[in-house]
C-alpha cells in the first residue's frame, strides 16, 4: 500500500489547473466502455472491418466478466479516496471496488484485441488512449496503481481471448459447408 500512495503521491503533486479539466474528460471516455462498445459498433457494421469489431465485441464480453464480475467481488478492494480522504475528488465517488480498474481493463481489452486482429491504423491510437485513461484514474485519485496494473494485464488476457475466441467461431462458421455463402 505504501508503495500505491507514494505514486498516487507524485501523481498529485504535479496537478495543474489544465490537468483538473482535461482528465475528467478523458477519464469520461473509458466510462462504461462506452468508447470501446461505439467503436465495435462502428467496425462491425462495416464489411472491411467487421473481423476486427466481432473480435473485439468478444474481447470486451470476456472483459466484463472478468473484471466486473469476477475479478471486482473477489479482491474487493477499497478506492484510495476512501483511505485517503483528505482528497478532493474531481470526478463523483464512482462505485464499487478498485481491483482491478474496469476503465484499464477496457481500454487494453480493446487495444489487445485490435493488435491481435492486426489493425494496424487503429491498435496504435487505441493504446495511446488506454494509457491515457489509465493514468487519468491514477490522476484522479481513484484507483491505485496496482489497479491500473490489474487492469492492463486482465485487459491482455480478455483481448486475446476475444480474438482466439472470435477467430475459432468465425473460422468454422466459414468452413462449415453448411454456411457456405
Same mark, same amino acid.
Given at each position: ?9 507524485? %501523481? &498529485?503533486? %504535479?496537478?495543474? !489547473? ?5 482528465? !475528467? ?44 464480475? %469476477? ?5 474487493? =478492494? ?9 482528497? &478532493?475528488?474531481?470526478?463523483?465517488? !464512482? ?26 491504423? +487503429? ?13 487519468? =484514474? +491514477?490522476? +484522479?485519485?481513484?484507483?491505485? !496503481? ?23 467461431? +468465425? ?11
Amino acid at each position: 500500500m505504501g508503495f500505491d500512495f507514494g505514486i498516487l503521491d507524485v %501523481i &498529485q503533486s %504535479i496537478r495543474t !489547473p489544465f490537468g483538473d479539466v482535461v482528465m !475528467p474528460f478523458i477519464s469520461a471516455l473509458g466510462n462504461s466502455g462506452f468508447i470501446w462498445i461505439l467503436l465495435a459498433c462502428v467496425l462491425a457494421a462495416y464489411p472491411k472491418t467487421r473481423r476486427c469489431g466481432l473480435v473485439l465485441a468478444a474481447a470486451l464480453c470476456f472483459d466484463v466478466v472478468l473484471c466486473d464480475g %469476477i475479478l471486482k467481488h473477489l479482491f474487493a =478492494r477499497t478506492r484510495p479516496f476512501d483511505v485517503n480522504t483528505s482528497i &478532493q475528488l474531481l470526478v463523483d465517488r !464512482p462505485h464499487g471496488y478498485s481491483f482491478p480498474s474496469g476503465h484499464t481493463a477496457a481500454s487494453f481489452t480493446s487495444a489487445s484485441a485490435l493488435y491481435f486482429t492486426g489493425e494496424r491504423k +487503429l491498435w496504435i491510437p487505441a493504446l495511446g488512449l488506454a494509457c491515457a485513461i489509465a493514468f487519468s =484514474r +491514477l490522476y +484522479l485519485y481513484v484507483h491505485y !496503481p496496482t489497479d491500473i496494473l490489474g487492469g492492463i494485464v486482465v485487459g491482455i488476457i480478455a483481448g486475446y481471448a476475444g480474438y482466439r475466441t472470435a477467430e475459432i467461431k +468465425l473460422y468454422y462458421f466459414f468452413t462449415d459447408k453448411r454456411n457456405k455463402l
